[in-house]
């Protein structure tokens, strides 16, 4: 199967790292990244602390991309989502038509809620999957990233269905060792995703802590909670079915899984750049806004990050 991930931060330095034992990978990423990938390999630094290369071939610019792919996996981060897609658009299309095969199947396993959305105006609604990681990794700096906690993954079809390609896709991950389960509700898999997500990475920031230290049975849980009642109250009003009856024991068992990570958003934080609080916090506020559902606990969250993004970017 030949395979495109798009970017190569540390979900998609691991995504290819893994993937390229069972398919043909190539990585379109930052020039720097692709640099460092083509020159070293991508570098993963296991649980135990082993290090892995992977040779992975990495491309910055769309005219490279020659081969028509099969698979095309969104891994940059949620406001790069429509941005990306446009760079890639044309020539993944075309090249795909050009080779007789059908169009690429298109993949998110981003951050935060609406990607599949943005993936579909750009590749067509037929060709778009779901999915979740709840993996934790933290990047260690161009195609160099540490695995710090294994977590579940979920794809499936945006409609319920449960396709011959959904299970190809999920049979290629878990063969590479990315145990991957197909769920018929992967848009309840991705807003429960999109409420853990919301509850773990601003509390990390605003506590300037690994996701475990998040589990102190205090100030740092109530806050999670709390976050996690609100968000809860808007899918519910969204007429979202959340696939677990009690979303905060998700909260806490990936915060579990992945202690010894810094969160995405925290590594934005660090490395100055802009956070995924319009996808998560702010996204639940903004549709909480439009049923009628107070969010005071998020509001006060996404008046905090991006005041602290501020504040880091100067
Ligand atoms: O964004 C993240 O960091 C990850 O989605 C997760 C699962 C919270 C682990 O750190």
Same mark, same amino acid.
């Given at each position: 199967?030949?395979?495109? $991930?798009?970017?190569?931060?540390?979900?998609?330095? +691991?995504?290819?790292?893994?993937?390229?034992?069972?398919?043909?990978?190539?990585?379109?990423?930052? #020039? #720097?990244?692709?640099?460092?990938?083509?020159?070293?390999?991508?570098?993963?630094?296991?649980?135990?602390?082993?290090?892995? !290369?992977?040779?992975?071939?990495?491309?910055?610019?769309? *005219?490279?991309?020659?081969?028509?792919?099969?698979?095309?996996?969104?891994?940059?981060?949620?406001? *790069?989502?429509? =941005?990306?897609?446009?760079?890639?658009?044309?020539?993944?299309?075309?090249?795909?038509?050009?080779?007789?095969?059908?169009?690429?199947? $298109?993949?998110?396993?981003?951050?935060?809620?609406? @990607?599949?959305?943005?993936?579909?105006?750009?590749?067509?609604?037929? @060709?778009?999957?779901?999915?979740?990681?709840?993996?934790?990794?933290?990047?260690?700096? =161009?195609? /160099? &990233?540490?695995?710090?906690?294994?977590? !579940?993954?979920?794809?499936?079809?945006?409609?319920?269905?449960?396709?011959?390609?959904?299970?190809?896709?999920?049979?290629?991950?878990?063969?590479?060792?990315?145990?991957? /389960?197909?769920?018929?509700?992967?848009?309840?898999?991705? +807003?429960?995703?999109?409420?853990? @997500?919301?509850? &773990?990475?601003?509390?990390? $920031?605003?506590? *300037?802590?690994?996701?475990?230290?998040?589990?102190?049975?205090?100030?740092?849980?109530?806050?999670?909670?709390?976050?996690?009642?609100?968000?809860?109250?808007?899918?519910?009003?969204?007429?979202?079915?959340?696939?677990?009856? @009690?979303?905060?024991?998700?909260?806490?068992?990936?915060?579990?899984?992945?202690?010894? =990570?810094?969160?995405?958003?925290?590594?934005?934080? *660090?490395?100055?750049?802009?956070?995924? &609080?319009?996808?998560?916090?702010? !996204?639940?506020?903004?549709?909480?806004?439009?049923?009628?559902?107070?969010?005071?606990? =998020?509001?006060?969250?996404?008046?905090?990050?991006? /005041?602290? /993004?501020?504040?880091?970017?100067?």
């Amino acid at each position: 199967m030949d395979v495109l $991930v798009v970017g190569a931060g540390a979900l998609g330095c +691991w995504l290819s790292a893994s993937l390229c034992a069972s398919a043909n990978v190539t990585v379109f990423c930052r #020039a #720097a990244q692709a640099d460092a990938i083509n020159e070293n390999g991508i570098l993963v630094v296991d649980g135990d602390g082993r290090s892995i !290369y992977r040779s992975v071939k990495a491309l910055d610019s769309a *005219d490279g991309l020659k081969a028509g792919f099969d698979l095309i996996i969104f891994a940059v981060k949620s406001y *790069d989502t429509k =941005n990306a897609a446009m760079k890639i658009k044309d020539t993944v299309l075309k090249t795909g038509g050009a080779r007789g095969r059908d169009e690429p199947v $298109v993949l998110s396993l981003q951050n935060g809620i609406g @990607n599949e959305e943005k993936l579909a105006k750009v590749f067509g609604k037929e @060709n778009v999957l779901g999915g979740v990681t709840s993996h934790g990794m933290t990047s260690l700096g =161009n195609g /160099e &990233i540490e695995h710090r906690g294994e977590g !579940y993954t979920i794809i499936g079809e945006m409609d319920g269905s449960c396709g011959a390609r959904c299970k190809r896709v999920a049979k290629l991950f878990s063969g590479a060792g990315i145990k991957t /389960e197909v769920s018929e509700n992967i848009v309840g898999e991705i +807003w429960l995703k999109g409420i853990v @997500n919301s509850a &773990i990475n601003p509390s990390t $920031v605003i506590y *300037d802590c690994l996701n475990g230290e998040l589990l102190d049975g205090d100030e740092r849980e109530k806050m999670m909670e709390d976050i996690t009642a609100e968000c809860v109250a808007v899918a519910n009003a969204a007429g979202i079915l959340l696939p677990h009856p @009690n979303p905060i024991e998700v909260v806490k068992r990936v915060a579990t899984q992945t202690a010894k =990570n810094r969160s995405s958003m925290l590594q934005s934080i *660090d490395a100055k750049k802009r956070t995924e &609080i319009d996808s998560m916090n702010d !996204y639940f506020v903004k549709l909480g806004r439009g049923h009628g559902i107070a969010t005071p606990v =998020n509001e006060k969250i996404v008046a905090k990050i991006k /005041e602290t /993004e501020k504040e880091r970017s100067v």
